[in-house]
């Protein structure tokens, strides 16, 4: 299962922010994932239950936003949204057409809690 060695690299991140601003813990991250990411929201849920464990963020609850999946057609121009096993352009038809959005993985906002918030 690599969404837990994604949670892992996630918690990276978010230890590497928190220190940054100097954070005491983390309440709260929001990732937003494309369909075509590779990556399974169930799968993430459970492995982010184990990577959470002694670091920053163990408190945290973790949020996952779908993000659409957005193409550009090479023939009319046109940006669309479109479904997963239909990346062809909806206003010509034209099957060339270029990925914008939808295979990317995204931090989003990480909930920071200072010392002087938790007293």
Do not use: F, W
Not at 21 to 35: F, H, K, L
Not at 38 to 43: F, Q
Request: net charge negative; hydrophobic share 40%; charged share 20%.
């Amino acid at each position: 299962m690599h969404e837990l060695s994604v949670c892992q690299a996630l918690i990276e991140q978010v230890d590497q922010v928190a220190k940054e601003n100097y954070a005491e813990s983390v309440d709260q991250i929001i990732v937003q994932i494309g369909p075509l990411s590779g990556i399974e929201s169930k799968l993430l849920l459970n492995a982010y239950g184990i990577a959470r464990m002694g670091t920053i963020a163990e408190d945290a609850m973790l949020e996952i936003e779908a993000m659409p999946i957005k193409i550009r057609c090479l023939q009319c121009n046109q940006q669309s949204e479109v479904l997963v096993n239909k990346l062809i352009c909806p206003h010509c038809g034209d099957y060339k057409t270029q990925l914008i959005s939808g295979d990317e993985m995204i931090l989003k906002t990480i909930g920071l809690v200072s010392v002087k918030e938790k007293h």
